[in-house]
């Protein structure tokens, strides 16, 4: 069963613009970690943000922000000031804290373009 | 550059071939992992590594892969009898066993069966 759910393919922003993605996950678990990764064409998958379940506020690196909503069991990102390097697509991911850090379960992903 | 390298980047075999994917991590990363990757999905994940100890297998590795990390440094993950379904990018990433858990990837290795 999938347990990471992200519903949009795709994506389109404008540079300058505030784009966000969507992710929703299921368990049954009441810690565990959550993750947005990053995968430009032909070039390797980088970490973009994460989060701590049992950590209320909402991670914030730079331009990049999540808005974690764990009783709806909801993870999305923002992007804001959107950049033509943002262009990639987009995971989300879940770790169970019982879990090997790096044994994470992917959404399927979302293709984020941007457009001058 | 010192991030994760894998080697071959792009592998083409015909059915019934055996092929060999190598993976160079961090030199300081304890851990490694093999994802793999179909068109249109995200990872998956496959095994993973502490030191030369394959501590995990997922159930998507069947009998006909296998992976070794012999002296606890590079990795290697080989696919016996490929089938046309192992068409796929696989990623292999490693991390240090404490820390902030962040995983590493490398560029993947692309195969496919024809």
């Known amino acids: 069963a999938q347990t990471v759910t992200q519903s949009q393919p795709e994506m389109s922003v404008q540079e300058a613009e505030t784009v966000t993605l969507s992710c929703t996950y299921d368990?049954?678990?009441?810690?565990?970690?959550l993750f947005w990764y990053k995968q430009p064409p032909s070039r390797q998958m980088i970490l973009v943000i994460r989060q701590e379940a049992y950590k209320q506020q909402n991670a914030t690196e730079n331009r990049f922000s999540v808005n974690f909503q764990k009783a709806a069991k909801s993870f999305s990102l923002k992007i804001s000031d959107s950049q033509l390097g943002d262009a990639a697509m987009y995971f989300c991911a879940y770790r169970r804290t019982t879990d090997s850090w790096g044994k994470l379960q992917f959404g399927a992903g979302t293709q984020v373009v941007v457009t001058p | 550059d010192t991030g994760v390298s894998q080697n071959p980047r792009h592998k083409i075999t015909k059915r019934g071939q055996n092929v060999t994917f190598r993976c160079d991590p961090i030199?300081?990363?304890?851990?490694l992992y093999w994802y793999r990757q179909t068109l249109g999905q995200g990872p998956e994940f496959l095994t993973y590594?502490?030191?030369?100890?394959?501590?995990?297998k997922s159930r998507l590795l069947s009998d006909r892969f296998s992976a070794e990390r012999p002296k606890g440094s590079f990795s290697t993950l080989e696919i016996q009898r490929t089938e046309q379904g192992d068409s796929a990018m696989y990623l292999c990433a490693s991390s240090l066993e404490y820390g902030t858990g962040e995983l590493f990837f490398g560029e993947g290795s692309r195969l496919t069966v024809l």
């Open positions: 590594f502490q030191n030369e100890a394959q501590l995990e």
């Open positions: 368990t049954s678990e009441s810690d565990y970690y």
């Open positions: 030199s300081e990363h304890n851990r």
